[in-house]
C-alpha cells in the first residue's frame, strides 16, 4: 500500500523560506504515469494546487505563487520536496503532499498533512 | 487562473438526495472529462470519490455519483446518511501551464 508521509518544520518566520519533505513508501517515485506534488488549505478555507513534479523533473507549478515556488525530487531517496520562498502569514497552511495520476488527473493518494505556521 | 465554483454550502435530511454543482470555464470542466471529487472530514486528508466524471474509486457506495453537462459537474448522495457529513470538493484538469484546479469546498450537513 503506498503511502506518503510529510516532515519538516511546523513554524516558519515571515520571509523566510518553507521547506517541506514527502517521503514514499510502498511504491517508487520512478513510476511513469504519476506526477507527485502538494496541495495546502489554508485554516478554515479551501484546497489549493502548488505544483507538482514528475519523476524526470519536470515541474508544474500554480502561476498564483508568482515564481516562489521550488519543487525537486530525489528518486534514491523515494522524496520529494517543497520549498516556498519568503513567506507571509497568508502561506500559514495545511500542507499536504499527494500522487496525481496523469492518466486521470485526480490525487489518488495523500500524506496525513502537516500544519505550517508562519509567524515571528 | 480562478477556483472552479462550488456552493459554500448544502444540506438534507437522511434519506434524501442532495447535488453539488461544480462549475468551471471550456478551459477545464467544459473541454476535459478529467472531474474528480473529494470528500474532506476537517483535518484530515481528502479522500478520492470520483474520478473521469462518473467513475468511482474502489469501495465508494453506490448512493454517491458524478455527471456532467457544459461548463458544470455534479455529486450527487442519495439516501444521505449522518456519516456523509463532511467538505467536499471538485477538482478538473486545466489546460496550460497549470496541471489542475479545485473548486472552493462545499460543507454539507445532514439535519
Known amino acids: 500500500q503506498l503511502q506518503l508521509q510529510e516532515s519538516g518544520p511546523g513554524l516558519v518566520k515571515p520571509s523566510a523560506t518553507l521547506s517541506l519533505t514527502c517521503t514514499v513508501s510502498g511504491g517508487s517515485l520512478g513510476s511513469s504515469s504519476y506526477y507527485w506534488g502538494w496541495v495546502r488549505q489554508p485554516p478554515g478555507k479551501g484546497l489549493e494546487w502548488i505544483g507538482s513534479i514528475f519523476y524526470s523533473g519536470s515541474t508544474y507549478y500554480n502561476p498564483s505563487l508568482k515564481g516562489r515556488v521550488t519543487i525537486s525530487v530525489d528518486t534514491s531517496k523515494n522524496q520529494f520536496s517543497l520549498n516556498l520562498s519568503s513567506v507571509t502569514a497568508a502561506d500559514t497552511a495545511l500542507y499536504f503532499c499527494?500522487?496525481?495520476?496523469?492518466?486521470?488527473?485526480?490525487?489518488?493518494?495523500w500524506g496525513q498533512g502537516t500544519l505550517v505556521t508562519v509567524s515571528s | 487562473q480562478s477556483a472552479l465554483t462550488q456552493p459554500a454550502s448544502v444540506s438534507g435530511s437522511p434519506g434524501q438526495s442532495i447535488t453539488i454543482s461544480c462549475t468551471g470555464t471550456?478551459?477545464?470542466?467544459?473541454?476535459?472529462?478529467?472531474v474528480s471529487w473529494y470528500q474532506q472530514d476537517r483535518g484530515k486528508a481528502p479522500t478520492l470519490m470520483i474520478y473521469e466524471v462518473s467513475k468511482r474509486s474502489s469501495g465508494l457506495s453506490h448512493r454517491f455519483s458524478g455527471s456532467k453537462s457544459g461548463n458544470t459537474a455534479s455529486l450527487t448522495i442519495s439516501g444521505l446518511q449522518a456519516e456523509d457529513e463532511a467538505d467536499y470538493y471538485c477538482?478538473?484538469?486545466?489546460?496550460?501551464?497549470?496541471?489542475?484546479?479545485f473548486g472552493g469546498g462545499t460543507k454539507l450537513t445532514v439535519l
Open positions: 499527494a500522487r496525481l495520476s496523469d492518466l486521470r488527473w485526480n490525487f489518488d493518494y
Open positions: 477538482s478538473s484538469y486545466t489546460s496550460g501551464s497549470t496541471l489542475v484546479i
Open positions: 471550456s478551459s477545464d470542466v467544459g473541454t476535459y472529462n478529467y
